[in-house]
C-alpha cells in the first residue's frame, strides 16, 4: 500500500499518482509544510492506514530543521519504505531544503530521494506562470518519477 503527503504540488500529481496506484491514500493541503506532516503520520499511523510505502512532497512552502526530518522519518519507521521529493520553487529556501534533505536521507537505508530539482532543470513546459505549481506535462513527469522510487 502507497501514502504521500503532501502540499499543492502533490495535489497537482494527485490524479496521475491514482493512475498509477489506485488503492493510494492521499494527504496533501496547499501551503503545508514539513512540520505539519507529523500530525498526519500520527493519525493515520493510529488508524492503521499508513501504507508500507510513504511519499513524502514537502518543502515548497518553506524549510524545516534536520529535527524535524529526522523526527518524521522516525516517526515513519524503518519497517516502511519512505520516499522524499525534493523541490524546485523560486524561493530562497529552495536550497536548504535540498540540502538537508541530501544529507540527512542518505543515512537511512530504507529511504529514497527522488531528485525533482534535478529533473525538472530547464523544463520550463513542466511548471505554471508561478514557477512552482505544475503543468499537466509536468505533473506527469514528476508522478512517473515517484512511481519509479516506490517501485525500485
Known sequence: TVT????????DITPYLKNTFPDIRIDAQIGRQLSKAIPVV???KNEGN???????GLGTN?????EQLVSLIKLIGNE???????TRVPRPWESIVNERLKVTVTKYPNVTLVDWY???????DYFAPDGVHLTNVGAEAYAVLVAKAVNQ
Do not use: P, Y
Not at 518553506?62 to 534536520?66: I, L, P, R
Not at 534535478?118 to 520550463?124: E, F, L, R, V
Open 50 to 56: 499508513l501504507g508500507n510505502h510513504v511519499i513524502i
Open 80 to 86: 516502511r519504505k519512505i520516499i522524499f521529493i525534493n
Open 4 to 11: 504521500a503527503i503532501g502540499d499543492s504540488v502533490m495535489i
Open 42 to 44: 500520527e493519525q493515520l
Open 118 to 124: 534535478a529533473a525538472s532543470a530547464g523544463k520550463k
Open 62 to 66: 518553506g524549510a524545516f530543521t534536520t
